[in-house]
């Protein structure tokens, strides 16, 4: 089946270590997003690239990572930087990198900080 | 910088019943607008897609309307069923047409 595979589901990390959720997409995709979602706040963007080894922030990009080296991969580290790190994150694709047009979204991640 | 507001928050219904939901968005410089169902500890699932040439789009008992000149859409369920208890979310493509701005959501309970 074509989707977004998110992994892992329930991730937890102790402060100071740097983690990294896994983003992959069959749908032939060549934009990507990853964004987090906080309880009663709106989904935030962090990064999103429109092809492969390009990529722009978002608007919460700090203390995030990501590479794009294949396009059906689009990975996200945490760093120990991002003060505050626990929450539900997205990733979705998306048809053109341009005009964007409808939008997927994988399982998500919840990241634990302990 | 674009701001989108849903209201209510949080909605509770019979089964049975017709209901509306509200988006709201400050620029009317859209590019499209796209409706989400998302259960709890899921991912979103997307519902309509609008463009911004589209008045309206329809899937099932569902049915999305979009007015960019007041900048408001409307998502309206028809004989709602417990199953569409879930967190609706409307989003906006703006300006670079890249990046997509989210309301909070509504929370819709659906009750027998």
């Known amino acids: 089946d074509g989707g977004i595979t998110q992994s892992p589901k329930y991730l937890f990390r102790k402060e100071g270590q740097n983690v990294t959720l896994s983003c992959e997409q069959n749908?032939?995709?060549?934009?990507m997003y990853w964004y987090r979602q906080d309880p009663g706040q709106g989904l935030r963007l962090i990064y999103y690239s429109q092809i492969v080894n390009d990529f722009q922030k978002g608007d919460i990009a700090e203390g995030y990572s990501v590479s794009r080296e294949k396009k059906e991969s689009f990975p996200l580290t945490v760093t120990s930087a991002q003060k505050n790190p626990t929450a539900f994150y997205l990733c979705?694709?998306?048809?053109?990198?341009?005009?964007?047009?409808?939008?997927?979204f994988g399982e998500g991640s919840r990241l634990t900080v302990l | 910088k674009q701001e989108v507001t849903q209201i209510p928050a949080a909605l509770s219904v019979p089964e049975g019943e017709n209901l509306v939901l509200n988006c709201s968005f400050t620029d009317s410089a859209i590019y499209n607008l796209q409706w989400f169902r998302q259960d709890p500890g899921k991912g979103l699932t997307s519902l309509l897609l609008?463009?911004?040439?589209?008045r309206e789009q329809t899937s099932g008992r569902l049915n999305a309307s979009l007015d960019k000149s007041s900048g408001r859409s409307t998502l309206y369920i028809a004989a709602s069923q417990p199953g569409d208890s879930a967190t609706y979310l409307c989003?906006?493509?703006?300006?670079?047409?890249?990046?997509?701005?989210f309301g909070t959501g509504t929370q819709l309970k659906v009750e027998l």
């Open positions: 609008i463009q911004s040439s589209q």
């Open positions: 989003a906006v493509i703006t300006g670079g047409g890249n990046k997509l701005t």
């Open positions: 749908l032939n995709h060549d934009a």
């Open positions: 979705a694709s998306s048809t053109s990198g341009g005009v964007a047009g409808e939008l997927f």
